[in-house]
């Protein structure tokens, strides 16, 4: 088994916990608060990292024009989370995690528009299982009262899009850059917490926007799991005989995981139904991968 397959399946696994905990920690509660706090938790978890391995001097060292196409993946990625962590104070997880589950299908289309692939006859069969699937959810949603008009359906597509956007990004700072992995990560963390913190300031302080905020202990172990999930994620990306097609196919298999949490911890509504759904939308993702 190929070392970038390996990582990918533990980053998955890591991945799947996340989504369980950062639904804990954001239900009904202010997502831009949680955000600050919980990259505040990640990037204090992987500067203590860099520490112990000895790679913290190395990794501070990082030129202008490194630093700011590290601070657009974070820009791209403080986006997509935003949008995310906003539809999931209210959206059922085993909503979500079917919709999420579809990265591979924009990173795939943004793919034939960058690289100019062209999609075999079983790709394009594979898009249109995932729009199948994509229906049932719509109809699914519609007996929560969640259509794909509602705001947090949108958001969650919207934050879809920008983290496969980021996929692709990564995939040209890793492996055709070659910048190192631990750099990236290490002033990624601290740009999302500025990021997240500009953002806080213009909500709560300068707009004077009402907030609820309820300090959760899954608060911080959510940063410090995004944390470990992509620093094994960066690793297997870096890898020269990396796919990113596949590695973005294997990383949503965490929906499992989160679909199963859903079901069992927080008591989702039509579990039978979405589950169908989520099968049609991971075999849209299995004729992706083959066709690619």
């Given at each position: 088994?190929?070392?970038?397959?390996?990582?990918?399946?533990?980053?998955?696994?890591?991945?799947?916990i996340y989504d369980i905990t950062r639904k804990h920690a954001v239900r009904n509660?202010?997502?831009?608060?949680?955000?600050?706090?919980?990259?505040?938790?990640?990037?204090?978890?992987?500067?203590?990292?860099?520490?112990?391995?000895?790679?913290?001097?190395?990794?501070?060292?990082?030129?202008?024009?490194?630093?700011?196409?590290?601070?657009?993946?974070?820009?791209?990625?403080?986006?997509?989370?935003?949008?995310?962590?906003?539809?999931?104070?209210?959206?059922?997880?085993?909503?979500?995690?079917?919709?999420?589950?579809?990265?591979?299908?924009?990173?795939?289309?943004?793919?034939?528009?960058?690289?100019?692939?062209?999609?075999?006859?079983?790709?394009?069969?594979?898009?249109?299982?995932?729009?199948?699937?994509?229906?049932?959810?719509?109809?699914?949603?519609?007996?929560?009262?969640?259509?794909?008009?509602?705001?947090?359906?949108?958001?969650?597509?919207?934050?879809?899009?920008?983290?496969?956007?980021?996929?692709?990004?990564?995939?040209?700072?890793?492996?055709?850059?070659?910048?190192?992995?631990?750099?990236?990560?290490?002033?990624?963390?601290?740009?999302?917490?500025?990021?997240?913190?500009?953002?806080?300031?213009?909500?709560?302080?300068?707009?004077?926007?009402?907030?609820?905020?309820?300090?959760?202990?899954?608060?911080?172990?959510?940063?410090?799991?995004?944390?470990?999930?992509?620093?094994?994620?960066?690793?297997?990306?870096?890898?020269?005989?990396?796919?990113?097609?596949?590695i973005s196919l294997l990383r949503r298999c965490s929906c499992v995981i989160t679909?199963?949490?859903?079901?069992?911890?927080?008591?989702?509504?039509?579990?039978?139904?979405?589950?169908?759904?989520?099968?049609?939308?991971?075999?849209?993702?299995?004729?992706?991968?083959?066709?690619?």
């Amino acid at each position: 088994m190929s070392n970038w397959l390996i990582l990918v399946l533990f980053s998955a696994i890591f991945l799947g916990i996340y989504d369980i905990t950062r639904k804990h920690a954001v239900r009904n509660n202010s997502a831009i608060c949680v955000l600050l706090l919980a990259s505040i938790a990640g990037a204090i978890a992987f500067t203590f990292y860099t520490l112990i391995t000895g790679n913290f001097i190395s990794a501070l060292s990082c030129s202008s024009k490194e630093f700011l196409l590290v601070f657009l993946k974070a820009c791209i990625v403080g986006g997509s989370w935003g949008c995310v962590y906003t539809a999931m104070r209210k959206l059922p997880i085993s909503l979500a995690a079917p919709i999420r589950s579809t990265a591979p299908l924009w990173t795939f289309i943004a793919a034939i528009f960058i690289y100019g692939e062209i999609p075999s006859l079983i790709s394009g069969i594979g898009m249109a299982v995932i729009f199948v699937g994509y229906y049932a959810l719509s109809v699914i949603g519609q007996l929560e009262g969640f259509s794909f008009k509602n705001k947090s359906m949108l958001l969650i597509v919207a934050g879809t899009i920008l983290g496969s956007a980021a996929a692709i990004y990564d995939k040209y700072l890793l492996n055709q850059l070659n910048l190192s992995p631990i750099r990236v990560q290490l002033y990624f963390s601290y740009c999302l917490v500025l990021i997240y913190f500009i953002a806080w300031l213009i909500i709560n302080r300068i707009a004077k926007v009402d907030t609820h905020f309820e300090w959760r202990w899954t608060i911080p172990v959510t940063g410090v799991l995004l944390i470990v999930s992509d620093l094994v994620y960066f690793q297997a990306v870096s890898l020269p005989d990396a796919q990113i097609s596949m590695i973005s196919l294997l990383r949503r298999c965490s929906c499992v995981i989160t679909f199963l949490a859903g079901a069992m911890i927080f008591r989702d509504k039509n579990v039978a139904k979405k589950f169908l759904a989520l099968l049609i939308v991971l075999a849209g993702i299995v004729l992706l991968a083959l066709g690619k």
